[in-house]
Nanobody, 127 residues
Framework: QVQLVESGGGLVQAGGSLRLSCAAS????????MGWFRQAPGKEREFVAA????????YYADSVKGRFTISRDNAKNTVYLQMNSLKPEDTAVYYC????????????????????WGQGTQVTVSS
């Protein structure tokens, strides 16, 4: 079992930045690939970014590529999502997730590849 707690959400103007954090507790953090997903009102949860167990491989949705950066600190059991040049369409509840994978280089992109989820943090971007 692993518990995930997101923080860092809030209200920001378009063009601004936020950094989300996700702190993990429980089992050894480094055995999990980590991902960020988001869900806007009335829409399905969608993939945002993922990072491999060793932090060497990342993958981004096309909609955030070049604006968002995912990173992890295995010593602190924390994964981050740096969000720059935010747009109103980035408004959503953001969730971090942990997936138990054997390949240390793999960054999963599917919802069903993740085993544990945080409670979410709201990000609102005003125009």
């Amino acid at each position: 079992q692993v518990q995930l707690v997101e923080s860092g959400g809030g209200l920001v103007q378009a063009g601004g930045s936020l950094r989300l954090s996700c702190a993990a507790s429980g089992r050894t953090f480094s055995i999990y690939a980590m991902g960020w997903f988001r869900q806007a009102p009335g829409k399905e949860r969608e993939f945002v970014a993922a990072i491999s167990r060793n932090g060497r491989t990342t993958y981004y949705a096309d909609s955030v590529k070049g604006r968002f950066t995912i990173s992890r600190d295995n010593a602190k059991n924390t994964v981050y999502l740096q969000m720059n040049s935010l747009k109103p369409e980035d408004t959503a509840v953001y969730y971090c997730a942990a997936g138990s994978v054997t390949n240390i280089w793999y960054s999963p992109r599917g919802l069903n590849e993740y085993d544990y989820w945080g409670q979410g943090t709201q990000v609102t971007v005003s125009s």
